[in-house]
């Protein structure tokens, strides 16, 4: 899956939030694409809101993100996926030196 977070941070209206969230994963989506670590994502995208001021229980796409990862937990063997580590490691690495990347 890919989440971004701080949804509400996008701008003021909910649905505005929502249109602006679905512009920037498609464009990740494009940009992995060409990349090693797209076969690891589950081609689905969720746009919550993880500040404790902005966050709502009522969130329906937390929701529906909590409900997509429970059906996935089943096509996993491994407690975490050896891919997933690799990916992470990659990501840390980047962070580290201070590239920016969509």
Do not use: W
């Not at 209206?13 to 249109?19: A, C, F, H, L």
């Not at 229980?57 to 096509?75: A, F, G, P, T, Y």
């Amino acid at each position: 899956f890919l989440v971004g977070t701080k949804k509400a941070s996008l701008h003021e209206d909910p649905e505005t939030q929502n249109i602006l969230a679905r512009k920037k994963f498609k464009e990740i989506f494009r940009l992995l694409k060409s990349t090693l670590h797209c076969n690891i994502l589950v081609k689905e995208a969720f746009a919550v809101e993880n500040s404790k001021e902005a966050r709502s229980d009522s969130d329906e796409e937390l929701q529906n993100l909590q409900l997509e990862i429970v059906k996935e937990m089943d096509k996993f063997k491994e407690e975490i996926p050896l891919d997933y580590l690799k990916f992470e490691k990659l990501v840390t690495q980047l962070l580290k030196n201070d590239d920016v990347y969509i």
